[in-house]
């Protein structure tokens, strides 16, 4: 029963190619994020979805889009994929609202663009 | 200005010592939590410890507790009777009331136990 998961786990696609990677989570959290971990190690945030609506979008190429379909699920859809794509994305989920909770991670999708 | 701030990347600890991760950070909301993560090799992010800004005493769970000092915007984590499973890296995060909805993590100390 894993709070929040993502897939694929890994993820090896060319230059050019469009992916998704999927996020659920069973907490019955009401925000959602996703995360880039660079070759460095510092996690980014890129979105923040509260109850299916867009919170937070910080910069990042427009080639990134969130979608929300309802608010246990945000997934993240990258069009015409390059090389500096290549990270380890994280979807994490927590509550608002009752106090300050801590946030929950997926296990990270390492995605490699070649 | 930096929300987090960690100034150790790595750092070195003899098995079954104690070692503090230095963390300060930056916020002019009265209202705050300040939480500690754990990233071993295998990539997921585990959550350790969580200190909010109004708690009167220092959060601990089992081995780790925080050393918190609000006047100096320092939340430190102590790891106590250190293991090989230590090994990790840690991330220091906070979150606001204010803009309730976004952690801010800082760069992480890389920790290596030393056996």
């Known amino acids: 029963d894993t709070a929040v998961s993502q897939t694929p786990k890994y993820l090896v696609t060319q230059m050019g190619n469009d992916k998704s990677i999927k996020c659920e989570q069973n907490?019955?959290?009401?925000?959602m994020y996703w995360y880039k971990q660079d070759s460095k190690k510092f996690l980014k945030i890129m979105f923040s979805?509260?109850?299916?609506?867009?919170?937070i979008n910080e910069t990042v190429p427009n080639r990134f889009s969130p979608k929300s379909p309802d608010k246990a699920h945000l997934n993240l859809h990258i069009n015409s994929l390059e090389l500096g794509d290549s990270a380890v994305y994280f979807c994490?989920?927590?509550?608002?609202?009752?106090?300050?909770?801590?946030?929950?991670f997926g296990q990270g999708t390492r995605l490699t663009v070649v | 200005a930096q929300k987090i701030t960690q100034t150790q990347p790595g750092m070195f600890v003899q098995e079954k010592e104690a070692v503090t991760l230095d963390c300060t950070y930056d916020?002019?909301?009265?209202?705050?939590?300040l939480f500690w993560y754990k990233q071993p090799s295998s990539g997921e992010m585990i959550f350790l410890i969580y200190?909010?800004?109004?708690?009167?005493q220092n959060a601990t769970e089992g081995r780790y507790s925080l050393n918190f000092q609000k006047a100096r915007k320092s939340a430190n984590l102590v790891i106590s009777a250190s293991q090989l499973g230590d090994s990790a890296m840690y991330f220091c995060?906070?979150?606001?009331?204010?803009?309730?909805?976004?952690?801010?993590f800082g760069t992480g100390t890389s920790l290596t136990v030393i056996p």
């Open positions: 995060a906070m979150r606001e009331l204010n803009t309730g909805n976004q952690f801010y």
């Open positions: 200190q909010g800004s109004y708690d009167q």
């Open positions: 916020t002019s909301d009265p209202s705050y939590g």
């Open positions: 979805y509260n109850n299916k609506e867009l919170i």
């Open positions: 907490l019955g959290h009401d925000t």
């Open positions: 994490a989920s927590s509550q608002v609202g009752r106090g300050l909770t801590e946030a929950f």
